[in-house]
């Protein structure tokens, strides 16, 4: 929880009183060859850095880590070879590439309190992601932390560019990287410390500390503004639910932005309730609304010349003998009328009262992600996210979430789906009658509830948003903080680009 202090290297890092010094690797060709940077390092090693790395049976593969003693070659302890992967026939590697390398070499760096390296000379913003977002730790609830114990990374510049130039990257990539941590720290807090109530009261917390308006309504507020899906789905719980609203008002605003995200703080599944096995990772089911959050909280400190609102939804789905139940009608926010076929859809009904709320402030744009679907990790797996809305935003959105490295997959709402909605008694059911097409179901059911002429994003990240495996690259075990640097690269798309 502790992060590591980043700072750029005033002198050679071969040069550094540190105990690590992490160079990068990479498959090029047919074998292992040094990453841009590390010449120095190579020559401490007279030229032979490639050869011993080979001969220790480095790759250069990604997620590859080897460590080499410098046995006084250098004022460095250990060498820490991090694998970037295939690169270019021109020798180059993606961002993503250092940024992964980087996530694995900060989980690697074992008892090492300082390190220095030259992955930020290939790029300077992945590499300072990487080593914040891999060197994560959630230690809240161990009473003997565990906690990392990398203290301090030196970083060496890349050739181009200024120093302030550099220091701008740094600063940026750091609050970037604290916001996903931030929303990896809601996700990972157990369901019975962050329920509607508290959570709502941290997200205020940070939110007025980052200078943003704030509302909240709670359980009364609901019932008098007439959000029926949220009350519908939170009054099964002892723990009522809320309704937050983040506002950020940016210098010469060009453009409104509204953000939505789904804060199911546990997800039992309700009357027609989950099973037993695993349901624990529903605790991750709040992680659309953990990155808005953080999300608007981003845009404030990096000042983004927008405005951007983010409307959230927390509610715990609960059974009790004041659940809500299959069968029963909800009137939700706006008049629509829902009729409930199963009280495990939940994430939808919260999602629409506020997405009708987000619509009411005349956004340009209208951004909304959830842990919505079982089907999105049936058709996408665990790394790519579903990205659905009106077809123009959504492909933009698409392709500047894979630019991100985050992922993300254009998907259809095909028009014959509306009909598998209809309700005998009210406006629409809130599941269709078969297992077809979920993710796009839930979609389809969303749009109902957005303007025509408004363009939206609809991101699931079910799967994506919380690692149940082993660590990778930079996603750490839990909570990966999964969409907030695509959120954050949309936001800076709009501000440059309208
Ligand atoms: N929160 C779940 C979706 C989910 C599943 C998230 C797996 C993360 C991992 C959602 O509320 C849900 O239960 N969806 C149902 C919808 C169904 C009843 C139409 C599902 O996917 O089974
Ligand atoms: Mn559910
Ligand atoms: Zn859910």
Redesign the pocket.
């Known amino acids: 929880m502790t992060a590591p202090k980043l700072a750029l290297a005033t002198a050679p890092v071969t040069e550094a009183p540190v105990d690590a010094i992490v160079i990068g690797t990479v498959q090029h060709g047919s074998g292992l060859a040094l990453a841009p940077g590390a010449e120095q390092v190579d020559a401490a090693f007279d030229g032979a850095l490639t050869e011993v790395l080979g001969a220790l049976g480095a790759t250069g593969k990604a997620d590859e880590v080897v460590k080499l003693p410098t046995l006084g070659r250098l004022p460095a302890t250990v060498v820490v070879a991090a694998g970037l992967g295939k690169a270019a026939a021109d020798g180059s590697v993606t961002a993503e590439q250092v940024r992964r390398a980087a996530g694995a070499a900060a989980r690697a760096t074992g008892s090492s309190k300082r390190a220095a390296t030259t992955l930020s000379a290939v790029d300077l913003q992945a590499a300072v992601e990487g080593f914040l977002l891999g060197s994560y730790t959630f230690s809240a609830y161990k009473s003997d932390a565990t906690e990392r114990e990398l203290a301090r990374v030196e970083l060496a510049a890349p050739a181009g560019g200024t120093a302030k130039e550099h220091r701008a990257t740094l600063k940026a990539a750091t609050a970037i990287a604290e916001a996903v941590t931030t929303a990896r720290d809601f996700i990972n807090t157990p369901p019975n410390d962050l329920y509607p109530a508290s959570f709502a009261e941290r997200a205020v917390a940070l939110a007025k500390d980052a200078g943003l308006e704030v509302e909240v309504l709670d359980e009364k507020a609901l019932r008098k503004g007439g959000f029926g899906g949220i009350l519908g789905v939170g009054v099964g719980s002892a723990r009522q639910p809320r309704l937050v609203r983040l506002t950020y008002r940016g210098p010469r605003a060009r453009k409104k932005v509204a953000l939505v995200g789904k804060g199911?703080t546990f997800?039992t599944?309700g009357i027609?309730i989950?099973p037993a096995g695993g349901m624990e990772?529903?605790t991750?089911?709040m992680s659309g609304a953990a990155a808005v959050v953080a999300s608007v909280v981003l845009a404030a400190k990096l000042k983004y010349p927008l405005e951007v609102v983010a409307t959230v939804p927390m509610a715990e789905n609960m059974p009790s003998g004041a659940a809500y139940r299959p069968g029963d009608v909800l009137t939700m926010y706006g008049g629509k009328t829902v009729e409930v076929l199963?009280t495990?859809?939940?994430?939808r009904l919260i999602l629409a009262d506020a997405m009708v709320r987000a619509a009411e402030d005349d956004p340009d744009y209208l951004i909304e992600t959830s842990?919505?679907?079982?089907?999105q990790?049936v058709a996408l797996g665990n790394r790519t996210a579903g990205i659905m809305g009106s077809d123009e935003f959504r492909d933009r959105v698409a392709g500047i979430a894979r630019g991100t490295g985050e992922g993300g997959w254009a998907m259809p709402l095909p028009e014959e789906l509306r009909a598998d909605l209809d309700s005998r008694l009210a406006d629409l059911t809130n599941?269709t009658g078969q297992r077809w097409g979920?993710m796009l179901a839930a979609g389809v059911f969303l749009r109902e509830f957005v303007p025509e002429d408004l363009p939206w994003a609809h991101l699931d990240v079910?799967?994506p948003a919380?690692n149940g495996g082993a660590p990778w690259g930079y996603t750490t075990k839990g909570g990966t903080g999964l969409p907030v640097r695509t959120i954050a690269a949309v936001l800076a798309d709009i501000a440059a680009n309208g």
């Open positions: 199911i997800d599944g027609s989950k990772a529903m991750s089911d199963n495990d859809a939940e994430g842990t919505l679907t079982g089907a990790v599941v979920g079910a799967g919380y």
